[in-house]
């Protein structure tokens, strides 16, 4: 007896978190379907036009506009960003430098360098 293998696949909003990608502005068939492995992979290898396009000027999803800020995704919401932004949008949050983010980069730093030491100070014992 000879078992058959079924390709893993994912939900459409898996494959877009995984491609760093805002779902609702990826094209409907990509919505609609599920994604195999394989086509995620060949997505990753050689994005077509419209996954370029998304990844270029957006709309981003938050992990990708907190990545570009500089700040943490909690911090997104406390400063009141909630939806998704484009990257002109987020061009101009960057020049305008309103005080929530300043705020918001100082607390990143901080967080991340306290983990950085915890992460030395476990490997150290």
């Not at 609702?24 to 050689?46: H, I």
């Not at 994005?47 to 570009?68: D, Q, Y």
């Amino acid at each position: 007896m000879t078992s058959h293998k079924t390709p893993q696949t994912m939900k459409p909003a898996t494959a877009a978190k995984k491609l760093g990608v805002y779902l609702e502005a990826t094209p409907a068939e990509f919505q609609e379907g599920v994604v195999s492995r394989d086509e995620l992979n060949a997505l990753q290898a050689e994005p077509p036009e419209w996954l370029r396009e998304l990844r270029r000027n957006g709309p981003h999803p938050r992990p990708v506009i907190a990545a570009k800020l500089g700040i943490s995704i909690s911090g997104l919401a406390r400063g009141g960003i909630t939806e998704a932004l484009t990257t002109e949008q987020i061009e101009e949050i960057k020049t305008a430098a309103p005080d929530w983010l300043k705020r918001e980069r100082e607390t990143h730093a901080e967080v991340r360098k306290e983990e950085a030491r915890v992460k030395a100070a476990r490997s150290e014992s």
